[in-house]
C-alpha cells in the first residue's frame, strides 16, 4: 500500500510539473481618463486549432493574469469602447513568464497597424496571418541559395526546374523586403540570393493582381540581413560536347537599396531553351500585361517563346532596370531580344468515326519555325500621397515568325486499303506589332475599407502576313488528281482596343462592405485577306473563295456589385453583374453585315470559413462570359491545311461559363504536413465547339459554332507527410476529371467523354549530404470520341527514383531513373522506354563558387515524345522527335559580393 501511495503521488507531481504552462499578465490602460481600463476582456486562442484556452477580465486597476500551455497562442484584448489589440505568444520549454506591459487600446474607428510577438527566438510562427521561418534556425552549405534553403524548410517543395510549391499550392511570386525581385520569375531569387544573406522567410496569401472576385495568392517574402543590402551577384555558365551541343548563360545583377540592375544572355540547343510558361517571365521580362477581364480574347496575339516540341535552338539577352526617384516614384524597365529556331518532325495516326464508316489517316509533318522578338516595358509608380497611388505602364513589342511545314497525309479504308493520298507545302512570314498604355489609380479613403479603383488600358496592334501553299490530292486508286493548288495570301489586320474599368468600395459596417464596379471594352478594327493563283508564270488571279475583307467592332459593358462580409472565421461575398455584348461584323467583300447583341446576368458567391491560420475550407460560385474571337467570326476559309479546312462563323455568338467548386486544406507549420481535397462543377450556356463536316474523300470542312451545352466534373485530394524528424517524405496525390463536351458531325449533334485518373505517390528522403527519391505517376484515361460505340482505354505509367549525394572533397555525383510504360495505343505508338541522366561535380575556390561537372543526358538515347488525344469523332496517336542522348562538360563560377565583404575570399555561391 505504501508503495502505491508513493506511485499515485509521483505520478501526480509528474502530471503537475507537465502541466505547468506560461503565465502571461499586463495592465489595459485609459490614457483619456489616466486610469486602468476596467472589465476589458483578455482572451487567448491556440494557433494551431482555434481552440479558446483560457480567458479573464481586468480589474478596477486594468490588471490581468493568464497561464495557458507552452504553445503558439493569439491573445485578444477587447472593450466595448475600444477597438480591439492582439498579440502572438511563441512558448518554448524554457518560457515561463511574459508581462506585456502597459497596453493602450486604440479609439473606434482607428485602425493599428503595430502587431507585437513574443517569440523567443522560435524557428517557426506566425505573424497575423504570415507564416514566419528564421532562416538561421536551418542549417544549409556553406554556398547554399535560397532554394537550397527551401529545400530544408518544412511545407517547402522545390523542383528541378525551380517551381516551388508550399503546404501543396504552387508559389509564382517570390518578393524581396516586399518587392519583387528583378521581375516576376521566383526563380530569379531563389537561384541567385545566398541563403546566408536571408533573415527570414515569410509566406502569407495575396489579393490577385487585377482580379476583382477577392482571390488571393500564396507569395514568399524574404527579407534580407542588413549587411546584405547592397551587393552584387551573377553567375557565367557554359556547358559543351565539343561537337553539336553546347549551352551557354551570364547573368550579373547590380542591387543598392531600391536600384536593382541586370543584363543577361541565354545561348544553348539543348531541350533546355524550350522554355514553359514559367520560363517565358525569365530574369524579369514580361512580355505579356492582359487585360483585366474574363477571357477577353478578341484578336489571337502570338507569344514570345512558345515554339512547340522539336530539336531547338535558343538566344535570349537583356537588361532590367528599376529605382525609386525621390521618395514617391518608383521607375523599371526592361528590355528583352529572343531568338527561336525548332526543327520539328511529328508522326500522327488518327481514326475517323462515322455514322456509316471508319477510315484511317497516317501522316509525317516536318515543321520548321524560326522566331526573332523584341519588347520593350516601363512602369512607373507614383505615390501621389499615403492614401493614393497611380500607375502607368506603356508597352511595346514586335514578333517576327517564318514558317516553313510539309505534310505527307495517306488514307484507309475500313478494310486497310490506301484511296486517298496528299501533300502540302506551306510557308508563313508574319510580322506583329504591338503597343498600349495602361493607367491604374488606386484611391484610400480616410475612413476604413473606403476604396476607388480607375484602370483603363488602350492597346494597338497590327500583323502583316506573306504566305505560299502548294498541295496536291491524289486518288491512289486511279492515279488521278482530286485537286491542286498553287497559290499564295498577302495579309493585313489592324486593330485598336479600349479597357476600362471603374470600381467603388464602401464600408457599411465594421464587417460589411458594398463593391460596385463598371467595365468597358471596345475592340475595332479589320482583317483583309487576298488570296491570288498561279496562272504557270506569276501569282496574278485572284482567287475570291479565300478573299476577304472584313471589319468587325465588338463592345462589352458590365456593371453589378457584391456584398462582402468578413469576420475572423467567415467571409462571404455575393452579388451579379449585367453583362451586355453587341458584335457588329462587316464583310466588305460580300457586302454584307450582321450585328448581335447579348445580355447575361453573372451572379458570384463565395463562403471562406477560416478555422485558423492553417486550417481553410471554402466554396465559390462564379460566372464568366467568353466572346468569339476575329478568326472566328471572319467568313473566311483557311486552306492551309486541305485535309481540315477552316471557315469562320459571322453567327457566334458570347459562350457563358459556370463554375461551382469547393475546397479544404490544413496543415502543420512545424513539421510541413498538410492535407488538402477538393471537388468542382463547370457547365456551358452557347459553348464555343466545332461543327465538322467530312465529304467522301475524308476531307473536313471545321467551323467554330455554338452548341446546346457541355459540362466537366473534377475532384482531386493529396498531401504530405513527413516523419522521422522531417528527413522522409510520404506525398501521395489523387485527380480525377471527367468532361463531357457536344460538338456536331456532318450536321449531327454528337457527345465527347473523357475521364481521367491520375494517381502521383513520391518519397523523399533529405540529409544534409543525402537526397534520394522515389515516385510513380498512374493515368488513366476512359473515353468515347462522338459517333463511336466503344470507350478507349489506355493509360501512362511512369516510374522514377534517383539520389544526389555530397561526398568529401568537395564532390558530387547525381543521377536520376524514369522508365514510362504506354499501353493500348495504335501500333507503333505503344511506347516504353527509360531515361537515365547522371551527373558528377566538384566544387573548388574557398566557397564552392567555381563548379566543374561533366552531365549525361538520356544515356540509354531512348527519348521520345508521345500522346494520344481523343476529341470531336477523332482518336489521335503522335509522337516528336526530340533530342536524345547527349554529354556536356560545364564550368559554372557563380559570384555574390554583399555589403559587409570585404575581398575575393568573401564571395558566397548564389
Known amino acids: 500500500m505504501k508503495k502505491l501511495l508513493t506511485l499515485a503521488i509521483f505520478i501526480q507531481i509528474a502530471f503537475s510539473l507537465s502541466a505547468q504552462g506560461i503565465r502571461l499578465t499586463g495592465q489595459v490602460q485609459d490614457t483619456l481618463n489616466n486610469r486602468g481600463l476596467e472589465s476589458a476582456v483578455v482572451m487567448a486562442v491556440r494557433v494551431r486549432d482555434s481552440v479558446l484556452t483560457n480567458f479573464t477580465r481586468t480589474n478596477w486597476k486594468g490588471e490581468w493574469e493568464l497561464t495557458v500551455p507552452r504553445d503558439t497562442f493569439q491573445v485578444y484584448v477587447t472593450h466595448p469602447d475600444f477597438e480591439e489589440r492582439e498579440f502572438f505568444v511563441f512558448g518554448n520549454d524554457q518560457t515561463k513568464d511574459l508581462d506585456f506591459g502597459e497596453i493602450i487600446l486604440p479609439a473606434k474607428g482607428e485602425e493599428l497597424k503595430e502587431l507585437v510577438v513574443f517569440s523567443n527566438n522560435e524557428p517557426i510562427y506566425f505573424k497575423g496571418d504570415t507564416l514566419v521561418m528564421v532562416a538561421d534556425s536551418f542549417k544549409t552549405s556553406a554556398n547554399a541559395n535560397v532554394e537550397d534553403l527551401f529545400k530544408k524548410l518544412p511545407g517547402f517543395d522545390v523542383d528541378n526546374s525551380g517551381k516551388i510549391m508550399v503546404h501543396g499550392e504552387e508559389v509564382n511570386k517570390v518578393y524581396v523586403d516586399g518587392d519583387e525581385f528583378f521581375g516576376t520569375d521566383p526563380t530569379v531569387a531563389t537561384k541567385n540570393l545566398p541563403a546566408g544573406a536571408i533573415e527570414n522567410v515569410q509566406v502569407y496569401e495575396e489579393k490577385v493582381e487585377g482580379d476583382n472576385t477577392e482571390e488571393t495568392e500564396k507569395v514568399i517574402n524574404l527579407t534580407l540581413k542588413e549587411d546584405a543590402k547592397k551587393g552584387y551577384f551573377g553567375k557565367v555558365n557554359g556547358a559543351s560536347d ?144 499615403s492614401l493614393t497611388k497611380l500607375d502607368i505602364v506603356p508597352r511595346v513589342k514586335q514578333i517576327e515568325n517564318q514558317t516553313e511545314e510539309f505534310s505527307q497525309s495517306d488514307f484507309y479504308s475500313q478494310e486497310g486499303s490506301l484511296n486517298r493520298s496528299t501533300q502540302n507545302a506551306y510557308s508563313e512570314n508574319v510580322v506583329f506589332q504591338e503597343s498600349s498604355v495602361l493607367v491604374n489609380l488606386e484611391k484610400d479613403f480616410k475612413k476604413k475599407n473606403r476604396e476607388l479603383d480607375a484602370t483603363y488600358q488602350v492597346k494597338h496592334q497590327t500583323n502583316g502576313s506573306k504566305d505560299f501553299l502548294i498541295n496536291t490530292d491524289l486518288n491512289v486508286l486511279d492515279s488521278t488528281l482530286y485537286s491542286s493548288t498553287d497559290q499564295t495570301k498577302n495579309g493585313k489586320s489592324v486593330f485598336t482596343q479600349h479597357f476600362g474599368e471603374v470600381s467603388y468600395t464602401e464600408p457599411l459596417h465594421e ?68 453583362n451586355h455584348t453587341d458584335i457588329n461584323s462587316i464583310d466588305n467583300f460580300t457586302d454584307s453585315s450582321l450585328r448581335k447583341t447579348l445580355g447575361n446576368v453573372l451572379p458570384y458567391f463565395k463562403w471562406r470559413i477560416k478555422f485558423s491560420q492553417a486550417k481553410q475550407l471554402s466554396f465559390k460560385y462564379i460566372s464568366s462570359v467568353k466572346n468569339p474571337t476575329v478568326s472566328q467570326l471572319q467568313p473566311l476559309p483557311n486552306n492551309r491545311n486541305i485535309n481540315n479546312i477552316k471557315l469562320g462563323n459571322i453567327n457566334l455568338i458570347s459562350e457563358v461559363s459556370n463554375q461551382a467548386n469547393v475546397n479544404y486544406f490544413t496543415y502543420k507549420a512545424t513539421t510541413g504536413s498538410h492535407r488538402y481535397l477538393g471537388a468542382s462543377y463547370t457547365w456551358f450556356k452557347n459553348p464555343l465547339s466545332n461543327a465538322l463536316y467530312f465529304d467522301n474523300f475524308g476531307r473536313a470542312i471545321n467551323q467554330t459554332i455554338n452548341v446546346s451545352g457541355g459540362e466537366s466534373v473534377s475532384a482531386y485530394a493529396g498531401g504530405s507527410f513527413p516523419f522521422l524528424k522531417q528527413q522522409f517524405k510520404f506525398d501521395p496525390n489523387l485527380n480525377f476529371i471527367r468532361t463531357l463536351s457536344v460538338s456536331e458531325i456532318n450536321f449531327e449533334e454528337t457527345t465527347n467523354e473523357n475521364n481521367s485518373v491520375y494517381a502521383n505517390l513520391n518519397v523523399k528522403y533529405i540529409s544534409d549530404s543525402l537526397e534520394i527519391f522515389a515516385g510513380t505517376e498512374l493515368g488513366l484515361n476512359y473515353a468515347k470520341a462522338a459517333l463511336s460505340e466503344t ?117 558566397l555561391e548564389d
Do not use: C
Not at 254 to 260: L, T, W, Y
Not at 313 to 320: D, E, M, N, S, V
Open 511 to 578: 464587417k460589411l462592405k458594398v463593391e460596385v464596379s463598371y467595365t468597358y471594352q471596345m475592340a475595332t478594327g479589320f482583317n483583309k485577306k487576298y488570296a491570288f493563283d498561279s496562272d504557270g508564270e506569276s501569282y496574278s488571279l485572284l482567287n475570291e473563295t479565300y478573299t476577304s475583307d472584313f471589319d468587325n467592332v465588338t463592345t462589352n459593358q458590365k456593371a453589378g456589385g457584391r456584398l462582402i462580409f468578413g469576420h475572423k472565421i467567415h467571409q462571404v461575398i455575393g452579388g451579379a453583374y449585367y
Open 242 to 385: 565539343f561537337n553539336q551541343f553546347y549551352e551557354g548563360e551570364v547573368l550579373a545583377n547590380k542591387f543598392n537599396g531600391s536600384q536593382k540592375i541586370s543584363v543577361f544572355g541565354l545561348f544553348t540547343n539543348t531541350p533546355r531553351s524550350e522554355f514553359n510558361m514559367r520560363d517565358r517571365f525569365q530574369y524579369g521580362l514580361t512580355e505579356e500585361y492582359g487585360l483585366r477581364d474574363e477571357d477577353w480574347n478578341y484578336v489571337y496575339e502570338p507569344q514570345i517563346g512558345n515554339l512547340g516540341e522539336g530539336l531547338p535552338r535558343k538566344a535570349k539577352a537583356g537588361f532590367y532596370y528599376t529605382d525609386k526617384w525621390g521618395k514617391n516614384l518608383e521607375v523599371s524597365t526592361n528590355f528583352t531580344y529572343d531568338n527561336q529556331y525548332v526543327l520539328a518532325t511529328e508522326e500522327s495516326y488518327t481514326q475517323f468515326n462515322l455514322t456509316d464508316t471508319t477510315y484511317y489517316n497516317d501522316q509525317t509533318d516536318s515543321t520548321i519555325q524560326e522566331q526573332n522578338a523584341y519588347a520593350l516595358n516601363f512602369k512607373f509608380e507614383w505615390k501621389i500621397d
Open 791 to 907: 470507350y478507349q482505354n489506355y493509360s501512362t505509367q511512369t516510374y522514377k527514383g534517383g539520389f544526389t549525394w555530397k561526398l568529401r572533397g568537395k564532390f558530387e555525383i547525381a543521377s536520376d531513373v524514369r522508365y514510362i510504360l504506354n499501353t493500348q495505343r495504335a501500333d507503333g505508338f505503344d511506347l516504353n522506354f527509360t531515361l537515365i541522366n547522371a551527373s558528377i561535380s566538384k566544387m573548388f575556390l574557398p566557397k564552392e563558387n567555381l563548379i566543374i561537372s561533366l552531365e549525361a543526358k538520356d544515356i540509354l538515347n531512348q527519348n521520345i515524345s508521345n500522346r494520344r488525344s481523343v476529341y470531336n469523332n477523332m482518336i489521335v496517336d503522335s509522337k516528336t522527335n526530340i533530342i536524345g542522348r547527349y554529354i556536356l562538360l560545364r564550368a559554372v563560377y557563380k559570384f555574390n559580393v554583399l555589403k559587409s565583404q570585404k575581398n575575393e575570399n568573401d564571395l
